[in-house]
């Protein structure tokens, strides 16, 4: 079987001769002079001149190839279906070693290459899950794989692929200067440089997701995928509307890193500002070209979500399912629970929970930011009596309402009178019902309480 990525490129590649060996693509790199004499080196396998788009053919070779490399994930319908109002199921492929689907079309990628290819290996720039994959996979199947992550990459995630036997390199100050050292260094020393988002073969293996989804849940009616650079919704749509082409598929963004919807606006990739987000999985400035030329077509709908829904999606996906996903995983619950797909409400839905790889320290402040936002971690000031005994029966009052104290403070310089003090509290409710009980039992007993405002659940976010 041949392994070739059955393309729409032609035998030239903007200027750049392309050669057969063994049915396996090789294209030279590629440099280009831009403006001020600066040095840019093309990709040929993401040339924006002439992207390449993959066909359901390259799903199923993948598929072929992979099969027993990666873990055939679970898509089991969520024990909180009926909560939501629709048949809900849940592929799991956070449950991949390495902790994400990048697993998918790393390997492929890797087992596609030529002999000559995989003794002298490949280089990308990665933050973490398309490096750890690379690097993992690099190690099984004895390739070298030599990765650049930028400075601000995860020291854990830096460890592991240190871990796989990789060459790491840290060094640039965000993902754009780490790609451009990592670009130069495949032209001096003869790496493939593998994207990991826009690489055909990249997006072919994610798009077995697609298969074993198809495989796993008759006939679903929408498939709902997170999306950053573009590469897995591109190769899962490739997959599923070729087999079911009634199947709706939906993409979903952070309000912080909107680069596809930016891109159909534009009718094209075009850079977009990238700000800190829980889905850093997701921030890609820019998707792929060959990723948004496949899946254009094929997208039934884009969604964009905002912050507070993608920390209430993780702590709901821990709470009901008993499960930990990083920012990107959860985007596409997300768009459910912020009312973005009502639409679908009876219907049979697949959401994709891509990736679980979250950092434990944000992991507490998004569950912390969850609570909050669905009303049930609330924040209040109130003035007592400076007397002794004043907080004592504040906390009295808490314990009789049942409510559970996270914080408490006191601040006494900036009152106008010296007899009261003003209290600062944060505390879990069960509900915000059970936050207003405690809202009207203070107001019984304090003249001056101010709370936090309604939370995010609460409002008409649908239109947003």
Known sequence: MSQAVKTETPKEANGVATKATNGKLEVPMRPRHVSGGVEEIIDPFCNPEQPQRISFHDV????????????????????????YGMELYLKKDFLQYTGSFKERGARYALLSLTEEQKRTGVISASLGNHAQALCYHGWKLGIPVTVVMPK??????????????ARVIVDGNDMGEAKSLAMRMSREEGLLYVNGYDHPHIMAGQGTIGLEILEQVSEPDAVVVPVGGGGLI????????????????????????????????????????IKNTLADGL?????????????????????????????VAI?????????????????????????????LKGKKV?????????????????????????????????????????INDLCALLVRVGVSIKDIMHERAWLRDIYTVEVKVVCETVDWSHSLELKNELKKFYSKVQFSDVPLALTNDSDS
Request: proline residues 5%; aromatic residues 4%.
């Open 350 to 390: 697949v959401v994709l929970l891509c990736g679980g790889n979250i950092d434990t320290t944000v992991f507490g402040r998004c569950l912390e930011r969850g609570l909050a936002a669905v009303g049930r971690l609330v924040k209040f000031n109130v003035e007592v009596s400076d007397r002794p005994g004043g």
């Open 234 to 273: 591109a190769g899962i749509a490739t997959a599923v509307k070729a087999l079911s082409s009634k199947t709706k598929i939906i993409g979903v963004e952070s309000e912080k890193c909107a680069s596809f919807t930016r891109a159909m606006e534009n009718n094209g990739p075009i850079h977009t500002p």
């Open 152 to 165: 601000a990459a995860p020291i854990m995630k830096i460890q592991k692929c240190r871990n796989y036997k």
């Open 283 to 311: 921030a890609v400035p820019k998707v792929g070209y060959n990723a948004y030329a496949t899946a254009m077509p094929l997208i039934d709908r884009m969604v964009v979500v905002k912050e507070e829904w993608i920390a």
């Open 60 to 83: 199923t070779s993948a598929a072929f190839l992979i099969r027993g490399g990666v873990e055939r994930t679970p898509c089991p319908k969520a024990t909180s279906s009926d909560l």
């Open 315 to 343: 702590l709901r996906l821990v709470e009901e399912e008993k499960c930990v996903v990083e920012g990107a995983g959860g985007a596409g619950l997300a768009a459910i629970l912020a009312g973005h797909l009502d639409e």
